[in-house]
């Protein structure tokens, strides 16, 4: 069936698929794009229907839109999802608690949208701190692509709250649209503190609540034009594939509140908007419903990527097929990347693939504000606190940013229905309830540290062909993980620091292990509690020679000629930003490689 | 003074028998012809919503039709004892009654408890194994209505916005919230 050669073939339709399709495709090339999940998200339909599957969802985690899919499956939050249906087999001594979506548009569609820079000591962590890995390019290198990175995804910022920990923008660089305001529950907590002193690593360390870079529409400044809700027409253009329209809903927030797991109004960037510039070319194919299951190599060069076609999700019965380019990226994301290498027994040799797998676990805190300040209100975070992610400690224990929620009690406890359901069982109703839960809601408060985690070679993915499979035949990915004493100390700090915010912002302090669904783990004599952040990354490092990595600087292969591995795999580490600004401008870099040598490395 | 439904809504609601969709079939019992209007009247002594503010949310019919599919009996017991309460008691004393006489049973208090939640959260519980075993097996599971969640009334109990519905509008997070009335 597939007869058509193709310049690009690019399997995953995430940001990395759509950033390096539309590149690629605007330079002349012709691409195919392979994603296994469903294409429902691109019609603006096909979307609500998504929204109301999340309205129906008891348990409302990121995958809450998405109906299961046995042959595309994904994880699931520990705890939730179809019983007896896991997608990982969990080996390690700590669960894994981070998820991605296998849907066309990929997890942008239920990212919360924070567009942190990595702080350019995040790249040289083995020579600054003395573990771990560095990267084997510098923040200076990846300027010009965060900038691109900013204005494709349409990043709400100002410049001059970002300069911090040696981030510097090119001059007279500013983001495409102002920066979010911040909420009413952000400006009362600053007002307490603002220019307050915590103790980290022996020194003084100031804060400061700060606004956070978001993918997320709001005023623009002259130049851009912010993109709404994508919505495909078929045929509504040749070549028959479909026209992607904008339409006009989702051109700035309206505080929807639910950007995790679905923004209604696509206000909040997803992959769809760069997907449908890039089929605006004619150039760019994109066929959902095919799973790739097999990367074909001979010697220095991949010759072709064997997938599985599906008709319905529900039935396994698929037909094999082969899409044949001259260049090949894999792109659908950490686990999935490392999988699809493991499968086809690429990169054997220094066994990395799969190796150094990465989260950002959250220490989650939640309180009672003194006053109303109107929680569960705006996007689900609009600041936070910066001046911890980076300093001399690092040397010691684990850096966090502490992200400032908007969104109440959601994370820690389930709230407000488990508020609901705690007060109604001890009795409360009538008027009595009405009036409690008009007290407490408002003024539900929740911060959560995210900590680096630093490479471990024992953090790995790997597949038991035959074992543990789905249910189109193909492996499961077996999940060991664990959090060593760097991340906990860390996290005991973080814990530490969130009291020492609650009680200078008199927020009463309310986290408590028995009223979460949060993991729990002793460290000492502590019990702490967090969270995976979603923010899988690590297993096919980059570096600069092949036998301590899997890929160079632009993510490619250093086994294969005409093959890239690209995602937040690639990243040595992540520092304490949220990946997927740096994922993009990653996939600038390998999109330049791919113009610049469609045959594949000269 | 007793809210009548629109006609419209009350001709949507399924005839007193119990439809039973192929399951076994529950021993029909008799809702009074007036219920709906039992059921909102108790509905707001039970959640602290007025019935002008129940219908309003628009969703009434969807509890009341899943109601009178899967639990006909237990509703009808309850409304007897609600109606009981609105003859014997004056209003100023009913919330103690209704706590005395239905929240306080073992067999009507989970059922309330559970109705209200539902009105709070458009959520229902699948009843206990305990309850079910003692009073009759439903055949109820734990569901959400998601055409009723954005009307869930603890985000007006709260004076929020549904998560992912009624958007308050750019901007709206960073003033200062409303009192809460």
């Known amino acids: 069936m597939m007869k058509t050669e193709y310049d690009l073939v690019i399997v995953g339709g995430g940001i990395t698929g759509a950033v390096v399709a539309a590149e690629a495709a605007q330079h002349g090339l012709k691409v195919l794009v392979l994603e296994a999940g469903t294409e429902q998200a691109r019609t603006f339909a096909g979307y609500q229907q998504q929204l109301a599957t999340y309205y129906g969802n008891a348990v409302k985690t990121p995958e809450a839109p998405y109906l299961f899919n046995p042959n595309a499956p994904q994880p699931d939050i520990p705890g939730t999802g179809t019983p007896g249906a896991a997608y990982f087999e969990e080996r390690g001594k700590s669960q894994f608690g981070s998820t991605y979506a296998r849907t066309v548009g990929g997890t942008t569609l239920h990212w919360l949208g924070t567009c942190l820079r990595m702080l350019p000591e995040d790249f040289a962590f083995a020579s600054r701190f003395g573990r771990g890995l560095d990267w084997p390019i510098g923040y200076d290198d990846l300027g010009p692509d965060y900038e691109r990175a900013e204005w494709e995804i349409g990043v709400s910022a100002d410049v001059a709250d970002q300069v911090h920990l040696g981030i510097t923008f090119s001059e007279g660089y500013e983001y495409p649209m102002r920066r979010l305001p911040l909420s009413y529950s952000d400006l009362r907590v600053a007002s307490d503190v603002d220019g307050m002193q915590v103790d980290v690593g022996g020194e003084p360390r100031t804060l400061l609540v700060r606004s956070t870079p978001a993918g997320r529409n709001s005023t623009p400044r002259r130049g851009y034009q912010p993109v709404g809700a994508i919505d495909l027409r078929a045929g509504y253009k040749p070549p028959g594939e479909g026209q992607a329209l904008t339409r006009d809903v989702g051109e700035r927030c309206q505080g929807n509140s639910a950007c995790v797991p679905i923004c209604p109004v696509q206000a909040k960037y997803n992959a769809l908007k760069t ?328 | 003074m007793p809210y009548k439904l629109p006609i419209a809504v009350a001709a949507a609601l399924p005839a007193g028998e119990a439809q039973t969709g192929g399951r076994a079939p529950m021993a029909p019992a008799h809702l009074p012809a007036d219920w709906p209007e039992a059921f909102l009247a108790l509905s707001a002594e039970l959640t602290g919503f007025s019935e002008l503010e129940l219908t309003a949310t628009g969703v009434a019919p969807i509890y009341l039709g899943f109601l009178s599919q899967q639990f006909d009996d237990v509703t009808a017991e309850v409304i007897a004892a609600w109606e009981a309460i609105v003859r014997e008691v004056a209003p100023v004393g009913r919330a103690d009654a209704l706590r005395a006489r239905v929240l306080s049973d073992a067999k009507l208090g989970p059922f309330a408890r559970n109705v209200l939640a539902l009105w709070y959260t458009a959520t229902w519980t699948k009843m206990p194994a305990e309850w079910s075993g003692q009073y009759g097996d439903h055949h109820d599971t734990t569901e959400v209505f998601g055409a009723a969640y954005p009307e869930g009334l603890e985000w007006r109990a709260g004076g929020l916005h549904p998560q992912g519905a009624k958007p308050t509008g750019y901007g709206s997070w960073a003033l200062r919230p409303r009192r809460v009335r």
């Not at chain 1, 814990?495 to 979460?516: S, Y």
């Open chain 1, 275 to 602: 997907l449908a510039k890039a089929t605006a070319t004619g150039l760019v194919t994109v066929l959902t419903q095919c799973v790739a299951s097999r990367v074909h190599v001979e010697g220095r060069r991949v010759t072709g990527i064997e997938y599985l076609r599906y008709d319905d999700p529900s039935s396994p019965t698929h037909s094999a097929e082969v899409a044949r380019g001259r260049t090949y990226v894999l792109a659908c994301h950490a686990v999935e990347n490392a999988k699809l290498m493991l499968m086809s027994g690429l990169q054997q040799h220094n066994g990395l693939v799969g190796a150094y797998l990465q989260d950002h676990p959250v220490a989650l805190a939640w309180g009672m504000a003194p006053e109303n300040v109107g929680a569960y209100r705006g996007p689900l975070s609009t600041a936070g606190i910066e001046d911890l992610r980076g300093g001399a400690f690092r040397a010691a224990h684990a850096a966090f940013r502490i992200e400032i929620g908007n969104d109440g009690w959601i994370w820690p406890t389930g709230g407000p229905d488990t508020t609901v359901t705690q007060s109604i069982t001890a009795g409360c109703f009538g008027r009595q309830l009405r009036e409690r839960l008009a007290d407490e809601l408002p003024r539900h408060m929740r911060m959560g540290a995210l900590l680096e985690q630093p490479p471990a070679l024992e953090n790995r993915v790997t597949i038991e062909p035959g074992k543990y499979v789905d249910a189109l035949g193909l492996p499961r990915p077996v999940v060991t993980y664990d959090l060593d004493e760097y991340v906990l100390k860390g996290m005991s700090v973080a814990a530490r620091v969130l009291r020492e915010v609650f009680a200078a912002a008199g927020i009463e302090d309310r986290t408590d292990p028995k009223d979460t669904f949060a993991f729990k783990r002793r460290w000492r004599d502590e019990t702490l509690i967090w969270a995976g952040a979603g923010h899988l990354s690590g297993t096919h490092t980059m570096g600069s020679e092949p036998g301590t990595s899997v890929v160079d600087s632009h993510q490619r292969s250093w086994e294969q000629d005409n093959l890239f591995i690209a995602g937040p795999g690639s990243m040595p580490t992540m520092g304490t930003s949220n990946p997927t600004l740096t994922v993009a401008a990653l996939a600038y870099r390998t999109a330049r490689e791919v113009i610049d040598h469609p045959e594949g490395r000269a």
